[in-house]
T-cell receptor, first 114, second 115 residues
Framework: AQKITQTQPGMFVQEKEAVTLDCTYDTSDPSYGLFWYKQPSSGEMIFLIY??????QNATEGRYSLNFQKARKSANLVISASQLGDSAMYFC???????????FGTGTLLAVQP | NAGVMQNPRHLVRRRGQEARLRCSPM?????VYWYRQLPEEGLKFMVYLQKENIIDESGMPKERFSAEFPKEGPSILRIQQVVRGDSAAYFCASSPLTETNTEAFFGQGTRLTVV
């Protein structure tokens, strides 16, 4: 069975600092995709970044980068130069398995402090 | 290209009534997911549908809940005889393909309140 684990219920970071949000996963499939979504207080789900299981390089999208360590089954999100608008809930997700369904972790609430 | 459209945005039902939640996927998307989010919690997978076909319903409660995605029209999540514990935000997401590298695009959610 597939599983996504986010062990940090909440995180604080100072504005302009970098922050790492942890995500570990469990799957026996060789092919899978890893995603990060942001959910601000308004409630919508915003796609941030994607990493494929066969990708050799870590994904980057602007201030977001994904620290993919396949052997450790971790896919941590790094946000550089945090901004107040980054305060939100962040969800790690994985797509794979027999039906390629998309499953989510429990999320990390990030608070950026001025 | 309109995004994923969910309606209603807010729905209030009395205990025992039926709730119908609608989801129109993005144009060209043939795959739909439904998730439930309880307050202060993550998104729980409920069901994964392709047009006229249920791909994975392993997250659906055994009773009172059903979902469909007909050939024409939106996907519908139906909750019969609602109870207070059904109060949650229900999100729909769509994707064009079932490949592992395809992200899902989310609607704004329907907030169901059972009184």
């Amino acid at each position: 069975a597939q599983k996504i684990t986010q062990t940090q219920p909440g995180m604080f970071v100072q504005e302009k600092e970098a922050v790492t949000l942890d995500c570990t996963y469990d799957t026996s499939d060789p092919s899978y995709g890893l995603f990060w979504y942001k959910q601000p207080s308004s409630g919508e789900m915003i796609f941030l970044i994607y990493q494929g299981s066969y990708d050799q390089q870590n994904a980057t999208e602007g201030r977001y980068s994904l620290n993919f360590q396949k052997a450790r089954k971790s896919a941590n999100l790094v946000i550089s130069a945090s901004q107040l608008g980054d305060s939100a809930m962040y969800f790690c997700a994985m797509r794979g398995g027999a039906t390629n369904k998309l499953i989510f972790g429990t999320g990390t609430l990030l608070a950026v402090q001025p | 290209n309109a995004g994923v459209m969910q309606n209603p945005r807010h729905l209030v039902r009395r205990r025992g009534q039926e709730a119908r939640l609608r989801c129109s996927p993005m144009k060209g998307h043939s795959h739909v997911y439904w998730y439930r989010q309880l307050p202060e919690e993550g998104l729980k997978f409920m069901v994964y549908l392709q047009k006229e076909n249920i791909i994975d319903e392993s997250g659906m409660p055994k009773e009172r809940f059903s979902a469909e995605f007909p050939k024409e029209g939106p996907s519908i999540l139906r909750i019969q005889q609602v109870v207070r514990g059904d109060s949650a935000a229900y999100f729909c997401a769509s994707s064009p393909l079932t490949e592992t590298n395809t992200e899902a695009f989310f609607g704004q959610g329907t907030r169901l309140t059972v009184v």
